[in-house]
């Protein structure tokens, strides 16, 4: 069989919640594991950029649903050292809205191979 992302898939998950590091739960208790966490300057960030000006980078994140082995959990503290939000909730549509208010749009939702997998990308403040 060829690699290689499938048709979308059903609804994705209505919540995750960061459990450790890198590591989410949905609301029926499956795993999704940070595989991929993709830094870039965003569009918005490169029209305003002025010379010698930092652009604000723009996260995607591509999650894969599977199992992991049960581990200690971790403080809270340790879970905010992340960029990634604790919780993303569905918002409306292709869209996750995080604790903190910041917006993900689902860029794709399908399966390769076997593995689900969930691709997100941070929307610029103010494209709600």
Same mark, same amino acid.
Do not use: F
């Given at each position: 069989?060829?690699?290689?992302?499938?048709?979308?898939?059903?609804?994705?998950?209505?919540?995750?919640?960061?459990?450790? !590091?890198?590591?989410?739960?949905?609301?029926?208790?499956?795993?999704?594991?940070?595989?991929?966490?993709?830094?870039?300057?965003?569009?918005?960030?490169?029209?305003?950029?002025?010379?010698?000006?930092?652009?604000? !980078?723009?996260?995607?994140?591509?999650?894969?649903?599977? !199992?992991?082995?049960?581990?200690?959990?971790?403080?809270?503290?340790?879970?905010?050292?992340?960029?990634?939000?604790?919780?993303w909730q569905l918002?409306?549509?292709?869209?996750?809205?995080?604790?903190?208010?910041?917006?993900?749009?689902?860029?794709?939702?399908?399966?390769?191979?076997?593995?689900e997998e969930l691709?997100?990308?941070?929307?610029? !403040?103010?494209?709600?």
């Amino acid at each position: 069989m060829a690699s290689g992302a499938s048709p979308i898939l059903g609804v994705p998950p209505h919540r995750l919640w960061a459990r450790r !590091p890198g590591i989410y739960e949905d609301e029926k208790g499956r795993t999704w594991v940070t595989v991929v966490v993709r830094l870039s300057p965003s569009q918005r960030a490169r029209s305003r950029a002025s010379p010698g000006g930092t652009p604000e !980078p723009s996260i995607t994140v591509h999650m894969w649903q599977m !199992p992991v082995h049960p581990q200690e959990p971790v403080s809270p503290s340790q879970l905010t050292l992340s960029r990634l939000p604790l919780v993303w909730q569905l918002y409306s549509g292709r869209r996750y809205r995080a604790m903190d208010s910041r917006l993900w749009e689902i860029v794709s939702h399908g399966q390769i191979d076997s593995t689900e997998e969930l691709v997100l990308t941070e929307l610029p !403040p103010g494209n709600g």
